[in-house]
């Protein structure tokens, strides 16, 4: 954050990410509050020698000893009975003087999700998160939330009461008819369900007791729906198909429904799994969305949004259900519990792999329905940049973590564009069937496609698109081409795929050398 005039001080408002102390002398108490809450969150900025008006408008203060304020900052970082985590560095701490006075400008990044929760005062009850532009005391759940986040294996939990009783014998069968075909060698078909289930990690040993005892992942992808439930009286699974007209829903699927009995992970998986393909072979009605379908690229993609919502989930929480939702033009997938890799890192593709459930994970693998974990994110932009649809909409905090998938192009505005109007921008922006090296055309090549359209009516369409941003226009006049926009998630893929070509291109070098 650069705040170097006046001007810039009076527009600052505090928000979820930026927090204003008045600071004259020392570094407010309350403001670790703040240093916590942004931790916790999603990282923010803190601004020293800042006050407010009787109208809570930022007002330039300054501070008196700049030097001595952020020494004294510091030195309660390094007291671990004050603050549970120092993550500032010194390039987090600028100092800036507007019109002789000085404020400081603190950049408090997000904590890893293992280094989560940031306390203060050795209290782990003082710990704080950021909403909206004020700083909010967890309650228990939150705090019990965080510090599941920091274990990679919740699903592993052994439960003593529990056993193959509690198991629903007909999604035992149907999973192992598919790994028998998957793994011809395996001999899971000779293999009594007791051995089964222990052989694919469903069944674990208590050294403790020397038994063998049912775990978390394999109640939640196995159980019958009431013993499920006995464990985890929040569980709920849904499913809405809410295309047409309909004010609430064409079709759901729904655990505790009568006419869906037994509703665990792995039958919930097969019967949504089945909408969601259907879906896909559907032909589509709609034209003024631009659509761009190719059906496998589809499917891969709505499968990895469906795993991944699964495997991810904290199930724990008491908050929200698993929920798929399939509209018109974009799918819809809930689950309970933060991701547990910041929101930016998805979008890049290729996220690193966080695990919260990974016996779900390896169950889910072994019957083909994912890779390995950390994949999801990269396949899902992959489909996205390759058919140009809208961004997806990502939301993630404590409670759930909220994905909108589209399945259509950005809603530009060309509702209003003319007939000849739209033949140009779709030619431009739609054309996969050129042989070019690049996706650019000539002038000469647009009006060789539309020979009805006359060279100044022509003119006049590339000028109207390009003055839109519908379109951009690249080089000189007599060298001219025009292209589609690229949206600044397809530059970070392209980027990621030339470092990715760089990478393999120096290991390959290297390794003939």
Not at 3 to 31: G, H, M, R
Not at 152 to 167: G, H, P, R, T
Not at 375 to 401: A, H, M, W
């Amino acid at each position: 954050m650069e705040l170097t005039t006046l001007e810039a001080i009076v527009l600052l408002k505090e928000s979820s990410q930026v927090e204003y102390k008045k600071a004259k002398n020392d570094f407010p108490k309350d403001a670790w509050k703040s240093y916590s809450a942004f931790a916790n969150t999603t990282g923010g900025y803190l601004i020293l020698g800042i006050s407010e008006d009787e109208n809570k408008k930022p007002v330039l203060t300054g501070v008196n000893n700049a030097e001595k304020i952020i020494s004294d900052f510091c030195s309660t970082l390094a007291d671990r009975s004050k603050i549970s985590l120092n993550i500032i560095k010194n390039e987090d701490i600028k100092i800036s003087v507007i019109e002789d006075k000085t404020i400081i400008i603190i950049h408090i990044k997000e904590a890893k999700i293992k280094d989560k929760p940031v306390y203060l005062n050795n209290n782990l009850t003082h710990t704080y998160i950021r909403l909206h532009s004020q700083d909010h005391q967890v309650d228990t759940q939150q705090l019990s939330s965080m510090l599941r986040n920091q274990s990679d294996e919740l699903d592993y939990e052994l439960l003593l009461n529990y056993d193959i009783s509690d198991l629903d014998i007909d999604s035992i069968n149907s999973y192992r008819a598919i790994l028998a075909k998957r793994y011809p060698t395996s001999n899971y078909s000779e293999m009594d369900n007791q051995k089964f289930l222990e052989d694919i990690g469903v069944f674990r040993k208590n050294r403790d007791a020397n038994s063998m005892n049912l775990t978390v992942a394999g109640l939640l992808f196995f159980g019958k729906y009431n013993s499920i439930i006995d464990r985890f009286p929040h569980y709920h699974v849904d499913f809405f198909d809410k295309r047409g007209s309909s004010q609430r829903w064409s079709f759901r699927i729904e655990s505790g429904n009568l006419d869906f009995p037994d509703m665990n992970l792995f039958n919930y998986y097969r019967l949504v799994s089945e909408k969601l393909l259907l879906s896909v072979n559907r032909k589509f009605e709609l034209d003024e969305y631009t659509i761009r379908k190719n059906p496998t690229d589809l499917t891969v993609a709505l499968r990895e949004a469906f795993v991944n919502m699964i495997i991810h989930a904290d199930y724990f929480l008491n908050t929200t259900a698993l929920i798929v939702e399939i509209h018109e033009p974009y799918y819809v997938f809930i689950n309970p519990g933060i991701m547990k890799i910041p929101v930016k890192e998805f979008f890049a593709g290729g996220a690193r792999s966080l695990v919260r459930n990974p016996l779900l994970v390896n169950l889910f693998t072994r019957m083909g329905a994912s890779e390995h974990a950390g994949s999801g994110s990269l396949k899902i932009i992959d489909v996205v940049v390759k058919n140009r649809f809208k961004v997806p909409e990502l939301e993630s905090d404590l409670e759930r973590t909220y994905l909108k998938l589209w399945i259509a192009e950005p809603l530009l505005d060309i509702f209003n564009l003319k007939a000849d109007e739209k033949k140009v921008y779709g030619f431009i922006c739609n054309n996969q069937n050129s042989n070019k090296p690049s996706i650019k055309f000539t002038k000469k090549e647009i009006a060789d496609a539309y020979p009805d359209i006359s060279d100044a009516r022509l003119t006049r369409i590339l000028n109207k698109l390009s003055d839109q941003n519908l379109i951009v226009k690249m080089g000189a006049y007599k060298n001219r081409t025009y292209a589609r926009p690229i949206s600044s998630l397809e530059m970070i893929h392209r980027l990621g795929e030339t470092y990715d070509i760089m990478k393999q291109m120096f290991y390959e070098d290297k390794s003939d050398t």
